[in-house]
């Protein structure tokens, strides 16, 4: 835990109790602060009760007192509209700030020097500080993981000299942590989300600025508009940029050219990395991921060998394009986290031949947007609710059978594949849809499809 010492002796309000909120709270009394919590949710509220965390309606209570409001992230602070805890901050004119603000705080306050990386984008966050935090690790560097990547930035380990701190960060803690100051600050890209909690795409990419305008070093990834310009902005308000593209050369940064991620200085190239042979960094989108990583780890003084290193042998995000076991030429890749038709689309583009297993609680739009990998697919297997929506949209473009379950998908789709005699070929859960009509999150749907390939008769486990 990182105990709060920058609220010492001081009154913070703050609402929400769910995983972080709660851990926010502990290391805020922690560190010495006298807290008032609370939550929309009764059970919440007492399980932060049961914990010792002083709790009470902040409809009832003295904001003139509060030297801050803490602000879960999963809270909205400016759409659909605020939330009521947000509005008696802002009567009070109380500062309103959440967990990643705290922690860059007690950063400044105890180990100013020790380094930071910061990564936000649209896609690929997560594989990127899960990439960055292994190439630190296996460089022998003191490494602390978390954020929204599932482990709240206030449970790691306090700041100190030489320890290295990878934190995720969504645009909703980056819009609660106004002091963000990364040592490198990664924006991978842009694309419309969120929007129901942003208002507009031009408020959410203002959010997302933020964090690399205040960092010592901004990488940033410029094959859209909008990070584009971003960079141009940050560069000339005279932050250091290291630009990154996965579909162009550039003069100065890092960018992909097919396998190779080629480094550029003052219109020079030279390769740096080829990730032909790294299976868990296959496609384009991991071109851009790893470019990023290597972009960041240079900038807090990771030797090209570690960091090349730490490529080659990345275990991969699990549930992330995540290979789990193979069988002669067949690679079995859990995919899990795509949890929609966008998110499904790097995995379907990385695989030319695929027994494809998808379905479950269908999201807006389906598969439609999916079309152009269709040819990629040898074979569907459709799974939950989605199951007749999905084979409606595959009609006769794509053979499929509706499985119903995921593991009668597996079985299937691994003796399939078994008889493929066309060469490589990947059994792949990558289901495009929510897990919730089967499975209680993404997460238990993924760990399903790794124990049903383990019981499949000649397979080697991965993982």
């Known amino acids: 835990m990182i105990p709060v010492t920058t609220f010492k002796g001081k009154k913070v309000g703050l609402f929400g109790l769910g995983g972080s909120g709660l851990a926010t709270a502990q290391a805020l009394v922690a560190g010495g602060a006298n807290v008032t919590a609370w939550d929309d949710n009764p059970d919440s509220v007492a399980k932060a009760t049961a914990a010792g965390i002083a709790t009470a309606d902040l409809h009832h209570v003295d904001w003139g007192g509060f030297a801050a409001f803490v602000l879960s992230p999963g809270v909205p602070l400016t759409h659909p509209k605020p939330h009521w805890s947000v509005d008696l901050a802002r009567q009070a004119s109380v500062e309103i700030i959440g967990d990643v ?19 936000t984008g649209t896609n690929g966050k997560s594989t990127t500080t899960a990439l960055i935090a292994h190439i630190l690790k296996t460089s022998g560097r003191d490494t602390q993981l978390g954020g929204n990547i599932g482990t709240a930035v206030l449970t790691l380990d306090p700041p100190k000299a030489d320890r290295f701190y990878v934190v995720e960060c969504s645009s909703y ?24 909690r942003h208002g507009t795409m031009q ?31 940050v560069e000339r308000a005279g932050t250091k940029v290291v630009r990154i593209s996965r579909r162009q050369p550039l003069a100065d940064g890092i960018y992909a050219e097919g396998s190779v ?6 219109g020079t190239s030279s390769p740096f990395a080829d990730l032909a042979d790294i299976q868990t960094l296959r496609g384009g989108h991991n071109a851009q991921n790893a470019a990023a990583a290597i972009a960041a780890c240079l900038a807090v003084g990771v030797s090209e060998k570690d960091i090349v290193n730490g490529l080659r042998t990345f275990p991969g995000l699990k549930h992330r394009m995540q290979p789990v076991a193979r069988k002669g030429e067949i690679v079995f890749v859990n995919d899990s986290k795509a949890t929609n038709a ?9 695989y030319d031949r695929i027994y494809w297993i998808a379905g479950g609680l269908p999201k807006e739009g389906g598969i439609t947007s999916l ?12 799974i939950g609710e989605a199951a007749p929506a999905f ?32 060469g490589p070929a990947a059994v792949m859960l990558s289901p495009a849809c929510a897990s919730f009509d089967q499975y209680k999150n993404f997460e238990v749907r993924g760990d399903a499809f790794v124990g049903h390939v383990a019981t499949l008769e000649g397979v080697t486990m991965l993982i």
Do not use: W
């Open 173 to 196: 803690q980056i819009d609660l942590a106004p002091t963000l100051d990364p040592t490198a600050g990664i924006l991978l890209n842009l694309t419309p989300d969120h929007l129901d």
């Open 261 to 266: 991620l080629m480094r550029a200085k003052g």
């Open 391 to 422: 084979a409606a949209t595959l009609g006769e473009a794509v053979p499929y059978e509706i499985s119903g379950t995921l593991e009668k998908a597996v079985a299937h789709a691994a003796a399939d594949a078994a008889r493929d005699m066309e």
């Open 371 to 382: 079309t152009p990998f269709f040819p990629k697919i040898v074979k569907a297997y459709l």
């Open 101 to 119: 603000e705290l922690f860059v705080r007690e950063r400044r306050a105890h180990a100013p020097d020790c380094p930071f990386i910061a990564i």
């Open 203 to 233: 408020h959410y990419a203002d959010i997302k600025e933020r964090l690399v305008a205040g960092s010592r070093t901004a990488v940033v990834g410029v094959d859209d508009s909008y990070s584009s310009l971003i960079a141009d902005r």
């Open 342 to 350: 966008d998110a499904a689309a790097p995995a379907l583009s990385s």
